[in-house]
């Protein structure tokens, strides 16, 4: 049975800076018990966020980074080196700083091509690092961000990509911008050990009451998510503050 736990801290910077802690203790206590490890970054205000604060964390070489690999949940389908990209910010933020191997930073391809091609594309690559009989690997930490929709990575409330089959889905006509977008599937997500969905700000407060009742993932995607073995809601009191 998968554990879930709702962690409330008073405001967005208390939020980031424990966020930060946590995932630096996640990584270093995988890395106590095997390797490599394998952790799938986010996009968005607060996951951006917490990767610079990971960045500045006094901690941060706690972490074998040579033996870290570094996947997206989603992408937005833009050039590379696009402001856009959250494999942009994510470099900005944190990677650019980090002694990780170039060949284990997996961005989502910019294409050329469709997003469907890059999402085929990201698929063979996810296979290529999964286990026996696995089509991506066993991430041991897959963060994700939540819009006030309660979409997370690039699937969205209605949309059509949340019964993709397979890894990874093309995403066209996002009702976020930019419209094109690539993401890996629920059946890839809920393959993680542990799902972390971080959220700050009363904007999101509907998203995440909906998303911790709902068992509707057409409605509220959030509620599908979920790590095999740890579920963490790591929320603000702003976030929370519809949730009984
Ligand atoms: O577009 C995206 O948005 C979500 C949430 O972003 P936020 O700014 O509301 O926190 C993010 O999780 C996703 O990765 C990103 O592509």
Do not use: C
């Not at 405001?11 to 206590?29: E, G, P």
């Not at 990677?95 to 170039?102: C, G, H, N, Q, S």
């Amino acid at each position: 049975m998968t554990e879930r736990l709702v962690v409330v801290h008073p405001d967005q910077d208390v939020l980031v800076a424990a966020a930060a802690a946590r995932f630096l203790t996640r990584l270093s206590d995988v890395q106590a018990v095997r390797s490599p490890a394998h952790v799938v970054l986010t996009g968005g205000t607060v996951g951006i966020k917490l990767l610079a604060a990971v960045a500045d964390h006094p901690a941060r070489d706690a972490v074998d980074w040579s033996d870290v690999h570094v996947w997206w949940g989603d992408e937005r389908f833009v050039a590379s080196g696009d402001p856009e990209r959250n494999e942009t910010q994510a470099r900005d933020a944190l990677l650019d700083a980090l002694p990780v191997p170039a060949d284990h930073v997996h961005p989502m391809p910019a294409g050329p091509g469709t997003p469907e091609d890059a999402a085929s594309r990201y698929a063979q690559a996810l296979r290529a690092h999964a286990p026996d009989g696995a089509d991506v690997p066993a991430f041991d930490l897959l963060l994700l961000g939540m819009g006030p929709d309660a979409h997370v990575a690039s699937l969205f409330p209605g949309h059509v990509a949340l019964d993709a089959p397979g890894s990874t889905t093309g995403v066209h006509d996002s009702p976020k911008p930019p419209p094109l977008r690539v993401s890996l599937t629920f059946a890839a997500i809920n393959q993680a050990r542990e799902v972390w969905i971080v959220a700050a700000g009363a904007e999101k407060a509907g998203a995440v009451a909906a998303g911790l009742a709902s068992q509707d993932r057409a409605q509220a995607p959030v509620s599908a998510v979920h790590g095999t073995e740890r579920t963490l809601w790591l929320l603000d009191a702003a976030a929370a503050s519809a949730t009984p």
